[in-house]
């Protein structure tokens, strides 16, 4: 960390990279969900080239890189709503149940008739409308806390998906369903495209219009923004619904992919999980800025770290402690009292050292 | 007797009514519920979330959370059973080293949320994915308990009339409830928490040691969630790294259908213990009620917990105006 022995060209890089940043606050908070991957990519690009390897079979990508992807989606999805829930002041811990009702019923309807897909579309939509209306109501109308109101649906969710399978697992059968969740597009699987979908037209609906900053708005304080005519209840009941229709589609995509419906597992724990890729993409669990394109980081540096560590040989069952300390380091690294100790252990080093 | 009827024990008391109500529905619907032998064994079966539930008590009480019950609870069971069976120790020292471990892992998660000022929230969710994954690194899979001693423990038990037996691990729960009480409101420490959880910076003005506290607070959580996994050991007779799953959530709705505030500051050690025996009383349900599934106990408890929730939502509506 001594400047001394630094070339005299890295301080300019170091001052151009910083000036970028500063011109762009938004990117800011990339930095080390990106820095993260970056690591994460060269590491893989040392000491395993195999990673990188992609293969076409029937024109359509496979190998690591791609897995990843895949297995990134559920969790990519889930936290996109996250994101705007978390942005506006909340939590939503239902997501996981709201794709287990939405799987579930959809499996359950497409086993007693010939529903169209487009249907099976509709009812998981209103699957979504009505359970975020649900934590949406209960959080800005009658004033309970997200974490508890959310709780209620998570556990009324599971009981739900539960009682309409009969508590077993069901298996479907619709192409609708199945290319979402495992056809290809030009070769590339289909539900990345729909997450690329997804991520733009969220992106578009919030910085080219004044929803995301009404959101913020929101989480950052929301008697303020109430008393500068932002509809704080109205914002926050979106985004409980926003998160839902997302939860719901990645119910869909689940189910399409792996070709069945377990009531019990599908989704369980995967809220957690999306709060982890939202936190760790730079938005404050305290609400307010939010970064649409930094979820989908974190998401993509949890699985990629998980996936790296299970090819170097760690046993699957205990991918939750790298996970675990990725959310450590983001805390530690955005807690206002660590960068305080920090600055003056280094301040402390300066005046030694001169 | 005003003590008892004063606002903020309303919601403890329609705790205990419906607990009065479910309990007496059942007792009239089947001849065989209203026994020794079925509250024994509400007692039995739930120790482990009774006792996890307690400890959580107070982190919410202090106005926190901790999700990492659930794996602590896990990383015990294999910790106990590993020592045990790997390394031969006897089960009274492998105990006390699971427990140790509890409390030093809780008293680090308190350690990061104090000295750090971190969300409870995220460190406990990040202490949930570590002590699982410890869990699996301890042992990847389920291993028995052989052991003279362990298999004594779960034949301990208070002789009760009609030759029920009060079992080691119910007569763990009620002392771990004992001592909750003692501790919430007869000792220091327990004010102080129902401080912090009134008003942290209020709790800070007056002098209190507030970081010492919420320290304490989570070491006691963690500590709580280990034995709760040795009680598990002492009745499965097992450790096995995927006990314990979503049991964080099982043991947050017992205390809030117990009538304790997740906002903190409100709340009784023994509303837990009714959130506790409601909750194993839905769960005994099935056995009676045919068609009474898995499904209809979770939506029931759902349901339970909505309904308490906007009742406490409206009793401290009803009370701020009046003070």
């Not at chain 2, 079925?38 to 007692?43: A, C, D, G, I, P």
């Not at chain 2, 599934?293 to 939502?313: E, K, N, P, T």
């Amino acid at each position: 960390m001594t400047k001394e022995d630094s070339t005299p060209t890295r301080p300019r890089v170091f001052a151009a990279l910083r000036s970028f940043f500063i011109r762009h606050p938004s990117l800011q908070r990339l930095i080390w969900p990106l820095a993260g991957l970056g690591l994460l990519v060269l590491f893989n690009l040392m000491f395993d080239r195999a990673f990188f390897e992609i293969t076409t079979r029937d024109g359509n990508l496979y190998g690591p890189v791609m897995t990843i992807l895949r297995l990134a989606v559920k969790v990519m999805l889930l936290a996109i709503g996250m994101t705007l829930v978390i942005a506006a002041g909340g939590v939503d811990l239902s997501v996981g149940s709201v794709m287990a009702v939405a799987g579930a019923l959809v499996a359950y309807l497409s086993t007693q008739g010939d529903w169209p897909f487009a249907a099976l579309l509709g009812v998981a939509v209103l699957v979504a409308l009505v359970a975020g209306a649900f934590n949406g109501t209960l959080v800005a109308f009658a004033g309970l806390q997200p974490i508890v109101a959310t709780l209620i649906m998570m556990v009324l969710g599971r009981g739900l998906a539960l009682s309409i399978t009969g508590g077993l697992p069901i298996s479907v059968q619709d192409p609708g369903l199945e290319f979402l969740g495992r056809g290809f597009v030009a070769g590339i699987p289909a539900p990345i495209l729909l997450v690329v979908a997804v991520v733009v037209i969220t992106g578009i609906a919030c910085r080219m219009t004044a929803l995301g900053l009404f959101i913020e708005a929101v989480g950052d304080n929301e008697n303020a923004s109430r008393m500068s005519g932002v509809n704080a209840r109205g914002i926050k009941l979106f985004a409980y619904v926003f998160c839902a229709l997302c939860a719901a589609l990645a119910g869909l995509v689940t189910v399409g992919d792996v070709g069945r419906v377990e009531p019990d597992r599908l989704g369980q724990m995967l809220e957690l999980d999306a709060i982890t890729a939202v936190v760790v993409g730079g938005t404050v669990l305290t609400g307010g800025r939010f970064s649409l394109v930094g979820s989908i980081v974190g998401a993509l540096l949890i699985q990629t770290l998980t996936v790296t560590l299970i090819r170097q040989g760690m046993p699957s069952d205990v991918a939750p402690v790298p996970k675990a300390l990725v959310i450590i380091a983001v805390c530690l690294l955005q807690s206002p009292r660590l960068r305080a100790q920090l600055a003056a252990w280094r301040s402390g080093v300066r005046r030694v050292g001169a | 007797m005003n003590m008892i009827f004063r606002r903020q024990n309303l919601p403890l008391l329609v705790t205990a009514l419906v607990f009065v109500v479910l309990f007496g529905a059942f007792s009239v619907a089947f001849k065989n519920f209203l026994s020794l032998r079925v509250v024994t064994n509400l007692f039995m079966n739930n120790a482990h979330v009774g006792i996890i539930a307690v400890g959580l008590t107070f982190v919410i009480l202090s106005g926190g959370i901790d999700l990492s019950v659930g794996s602590v609870l896990a990383f015990a069971t294999v910790l106990v059973a590993t020592l045990i069976g790997k390394f031969h120790f006897h089960p009274g020292t492998a105990i006390a080293l699971t427990l140790l471990c509890g409390a030093v892992f809780g008293a680090g998660q308190g350690f990061l949320i104090q000295s750090y000022q971190l969300p409870p929230f995220l460190v406990t969710l990040a202490g949930m994915f570590l002590a699982r994954g410890l869990a699996f690194m301890v042992s990847a899979k389920e291993m028995a308990i052989e052991h003279g001693f362990h298999r004594a423990l779960a034949g301990l038990g208070l002789p009760l009339p009609g030759g029920v037996a009060f079992g080691f691990t119910a007569c763990v729960f009620v002392v771990v409830l004992l001592v909750g009480l003692w501790i919430a409101h007869l000792t220091r420490f327990g004010r102080n928490v129902y401080a912090i959880g009134g008003s942290e910076s209020s709790a800070v003005l007056m002098g209190l040691p507030v970081a010492r506290t919420k320290v304490m607070i989570y070491a006691l959580s963690g500590f709580c969630a280990a034995l709760g996994g040795v009680v598990f050991t002492v009745q499965a007779q097992s450790g096995n790294p995927l006990n314990g799953f979503g049991m964080e959530l099982d043991a947050i709705a017992a205390v809030v259908i117990g009538g304790t505030l997740l906002s903190g500051g409100v709340g009784q050690v023994a509303g837990t213990l009714l959130g506790v025996l409601i909750y194993g009383t839905i769960l005994t349900a099935p056995d009676y009620l045919s068609g009474f599934d898995s499904s209809w106990q979770r939506i029931a408890i759902g349901g339970l917990l909505l309904a308490f929730i906007i009742l406490q939502r409206f009793l401290s509506r009803a009370s701020t105006p009046g003070g």
